[in-house]
């Protein structure tokens, strides 16, 4: 939830959005030690070792407009990822090219492509959650990589947080990541000119959740400590 806001949902000495909140802080911090294998991506949580090579990303002018982000110095890189790991309302995950980090080949910033988030962004309903994927390499663009993540984050979802609602928000501009979205049977709901944005949607329904559980049944979900990843991965 924005900041700021979830206390006012509560009256005086009323402290069940305490306990709403404590049970979101939970929940959005389940990943913290989860890998989660697919054929093309692996995702894993965002530690302190991946904010160099991220930050290096967002260097980059196309991805900051793609993402609407701002350019940040390390340091601010740094703590937004802290924020990702302390905070109750988001979830993330680096993805990784599953190919090149099986076998501990490399370490996880060799592998890094982009990354893959989930926003609480109602106060009063946790079960919508705002989806974002970048796909930050050039190189993995087109190519699969961003539809897996996607479909594995929102099983992840389903599964794990209770989302039972998706949005995603996107530039007019970035045809493809509409596209992909729309292949993944959202449906466009809004669009925003100020912005220019464009919001679509999708419900969780009984067929839905069937459908996403079967594009990712070939997930497997393992932990992240126990994978013995090199020296200066983990954070202490």
């Not at 967002?58 to 793609?66: D, I, K």
């Not at 740094?78 to 993805?95: G, H, L, N, P």
């Not at 109602?122 to 190519?143: H, V």
């Not at 970035?174 to 669009?191: D, G, R």
């Amino acid at each position: 939830a924005p900041k700021g806001e979830v206390s006012s949902l509560g009256l005086a000495g009323d402290t069940s959005w305490v306990l709403h909140l404590s049970l979101s802080a939970e929940a959005m911090k389940i990943n913290q030690n989860t890998v989660l294998q697919g054929q093309k991506v692996t995702l894993v949580p965002y530690t302190s070792a991946h904010v160099p090579r991220y930050h290096e990303w967002m260097q980059s002018e196309e991805l900051q407009r793609l993402t609407a982000s701002e350019p940040l110095s390390l340091e601010q890189e740094y703590e937004m990822q802290r924020s990702w790991r302390d905070d109750a309302d988001k979830c993330t995950f680096i993805v990784l090219d599953a190919e090149r980090w099986a076998g501990q080949a490399c370490g996880d910033e060799d592998c890094m492509v982009g990354d893959v988030n989930l926003f609480l962004t109602d106060a009063e309903d946790p079960t919508l959650g705002e989806i974002e994927i970048m796909i930050a390499e050039s190189s993995y663009r087109g190519r699969g990589f961003g539809k897996e993540a996607t479909l594995i984050m929102m099983s992840y979802g389903v599964k794990k947080l209770g989302i039972t609602k998706f949005e995603a928000k996107i530039g007019q501009e970035n045809e493809a990541s509409i596209c992909m979205f729309k292949k993944l049977h959202f449906k466009e709901v809004a669009v925003n000119s100020i912005f220019q944005e464009v919001t679509l949607r999708l419900d969780v329904s009984d067929q839905e959740r069937r459908w996403l559980l079967e594009q990712t049944n070939h997930v497997e979900e393992k932990n992240y400590v126990e994978l013995k990843l090199p020296a200066g991965v983990l954070e202490t």
